[in-house]
């Protein structure tokens, strides 16, 4: 079955601590997306990438790095510099394409600080 | 820039109900609206979606039309189901990024 796979699904950070999630996909779309969600909130954009070896950086990147050195692959790790990083991740993946914008989400990864 | 705005809930409703979710947006151009839903400790799932004015998106009894002249793309269902319980997200793609500018999200409670 083709989709978007997050892992772990729950995350425990200490302080001063780096932490990675995991986000892959098997849907051979071009580009992918990192969402956080804090409670009774919409979802804002961490980082995105439309092509392997290329991101950029969304609405809310500091304190997060991204990486995409292969198609299927877009880990995000969440630095020491992230104050308050305690929120659902959600990684998610579309085509390139005029009228197929249509993104897919993964199941997300819950992140937590001890 | 982009932004979205949804009414706020919760929206409790009795089964069988006509179901209303306003969505209004903000934008340059006419970039694809989506209708989203996000059940409890799980990701987003796409509803429906439409991608230029007039467009009407449909799904599970679920309807939506895009309307350039006052901006909105309402969520309607004629006869809601205790199952529809969950939180919905209206979202419009960035053309440029195209990545998507969500709405705060409406979360709606259907009782038996």
């Known amino acids: 079955d083709g989709g978007i796979t997050q892992s772990p699904k729950y995350l425990f950070r200490k302080e001063g601590q780096n932490v990675t999630l995991s986000c892959e996909q098997n849907?051979?779309?071009?580009?992918m997306y990192w969402y956080r969600q804090d409670p009774g909130q919409g979802l804002r954009l961490i980082y995105y990438?439309?092509?392997?070896?290329?991101?950029q950086k969304g609405d809310i990147a500091e304190g997060y790095s991204v990486s995409r050195e292969k198609k299927e692959s877009f880990p995000l790790t969440v630095t020491s510099a992230q104050k308050n990083p305690t929120a659902f991740y959600l990684c998610?993946?579309?085509?390139?394409?005029?009228?197929?914008?249509?993104?897919?989400f993964g199941p997300g990864t819950r992140l937590l600080v001890l | 820039g982009n932004s979205v705005t949804q009414m706020e809930g919760p929206v409790t409703l009795s089964e069988e109900a006509f179901l209303t979710i306003n969505c209004t947006y903000t934008?340059?151009?006419?970039?694809?609206l989506f209708w989203y839903v996000q059940y409890p400790g799980e990701g987003l799932q796409l509803l429906l979606k439409?991608?230029?004015?007039?467009d009407k998106g449909s799904n599970k009894g679920f309807e939506a039309t895009y309307r350039k002249e006052t901006t909105s793309f309402h969520l309607e269902k004629g006869s809601v189901q205790v199952s529809d319980s969950a939180v919905y997200f209206c979202?419009?793609?960035?053309?440029?990024?195209?990545?998507?500018?969500f709405g705060s999200g409406t979360r709606l409670q259907v009782q038996p």
């Open positions: 998610a993946s579309s085509i390139v394409r005029t009228e197929q914008e249509t993104q897919y």
């Open positions: 849907l051979n779309h071009d580009a």
């Open positions: 990438s439309q092509i392997v070896n290329d991101f």
């Open positions: 934008a340059t151009g006419y970039p694809s």
């Open positions: 439409a991608t230029k004015a007039d």
């Open positions: 979202a419009l793609v960035d053309t440029g990024r195209r990545a998507l500018t």
